[in-house]
Nanobody, 128 residues
């Protein structure tokens, strides 16, 4: 059974940094795309960053390019999201997700509907 558990959220001032972690179990990291999504109050859940290490695929939303970095540590079965130069508009609940088996053809999934497994979320609040 696939399980994803996020941690590392919190409150920070604009310009600060946070690192989110997602501990995974129940499958091999080489099997699925892994991603981070976020959802602010009153808004739809949106993709933030996605990684597929076996093929070297990485995707970032335009709004976080150059500020956020997604990575994996296979030995620790953990996915990370390093968030630097945070802005108030980054405030949201952040979710870790995995696709399940996915026929990519070079496309990197980034939509909520393309991901099957989800964590419970961790809150990030950025104050101005």
């Amino acid at each position: 059974q696939v399980q994803l558990v996020e941690s590392g959220g919190g409150s920070v001032q604009a310009g600060g940094s946070l690192r989110l972690s997602c501990a995974r179990s129940g499958y091999s990291y080489t099997s699925y795309f892994m991603g981070w999504f976020r959802q602010a109050p009153g808004k739809e859940r949106e993709g933030v960053a996605v990684i597929y290490t076996p093929a070297g695929y990485i995707w970032y939303a335009d709004s976080v390019k150059g500020r956020f970095t997604i990575s994996q540590d296979n030995a620790k079965n953990t996915l990370y999201l390093q968030m630097d130069r945070l802005k108030p508009e980054d405030t949201a609940m952040y979710y870790c997700a995995a696709t399940g088996l996915f026929s990519s053809g070079g496309y990197v999934p980034r939509l909520q509907t393309e991901f099957t497994y989800w964590g419970q979320g961790t809150q990030v609040t950025v104050s101005s």
